[in-house]
């Protein structure tokens, strides 16, 4: 098992920035006033169909720039793309958004070996976040140890400022077993669990898997709810479950419900 690694604050590992307080908490009983430029860095804009073209990826890319996002979601192939148009104009050298690229997406089958350097080579291309699936399988037969053992060789692959969000597709886990999942993902060296790729059948993120990631990990692990929120009372019910970024490929919609 490798030395836990001191996890940074939600929203404070954006490159360039920095760290930002979490969304306002009102008194018990009501419900929070969220602004959308808040829940605008929580955003990871997403475009992961294997259809994606490279135009697509740089629209995806400006509109991140627009809405003020605090990364993209992007496949391995279109990391070094994605990282290229992170610059802001005129010269100046500050990342506008983070990159964020997906490894052993979306079965989480491929060896461990091929996960690790599917990071690196991410990394090499400009990525500075890896959303990891892990090994499904292993997580329906309570194999904790493997999934740790999984998410450490990842871990190390990378450089320790690099963002590590695993993938467990909750929608397929009890709490108990997500509960498990995100454990072996904090021994592991992980800095976020993330519900879904929200590409399995068996759906994507729900409040009942963000709430029991929260009880699991909440406050030392940032937690990604993705998969299936497209509008902004869902995204509001995940940030009040404990979600503390939300991957969304309609983060347009999504963020327009929110007031300035």
């Keep these: 098992m490798m030395q836990r690694m001191t996890t940074a604050p939600a929203g404070s590992d954006r490159p360039g920035e920095e760290p930002e307080k979490s969304p306002s908490r009102p008194a018990a009983g009501a419900r929070p006033t969220l602004r959308r430029a808040e829940v605008a860095r929580m955003v990871d804009h997403t ?15 400006g509109e991140a ?11 391995p192939t279109h990391v070094y793309l994605a990282a290229a148009s992170t610059r802001r104009d005129r ?3 500050r990342p506008a958004f983070g990159v964020a690229s997906v490894i052993g997406f979306p079965h989480g089958t491929h060896l461990t070996v091929i996960k690790a350097e599917e990071a690196r080579r991410a990394v090499a291309d400009g990525a500075t976040e890896i959303d990891m699936v892990i090994d499904i399988a292993n997580a329906m037969d309570e194999n904790w140890r493997a999934i740790e053992t999984e998410i450490t060789e990842v871990r190390l692959s990378v450089p320790p400022d690099v963002v590590l969000k695993v993938i467990l597709e909750t929608a397929l886990l009890p709490d108990e077993s ?22 399995h059948p068996a759906g994507g993120a729900s409040v009942r898997a963000v709430r029991a990631m929260t009880a699991a990990v909440g406050g030392r692990l940032g937690i990604k709810a993705s998969g299936g929120i497209r509008t902004t009372e869902k995204a509001i019910e995940m940030i009040e479950a ?13 963020l327009a419900g929110f007031p300035r």
């Design 242 to 254: 404990g979600a503390t970024r939300l991957g969304l490929s309609a983060s347009a919609d999504v």
């Design 178 to 199: 997500i509960g498990a999942a995100c454990r072996a993902a904090e021994a592991g060296g992980a800095e976020f669990v993330k519900t879904s790729t929200g590409f």
């Design 65 to 75: 720039a627009k809405l003020g996002v605090g990364a993209v979601c992007v496949a």
């Design 91 to 93: 010269g100046e050298v």
């Design 47 to 61: 475009l992961l169909q294997p259809s994606a073209t490279g135009e697509e990826i740089l629209a995806l890319c």
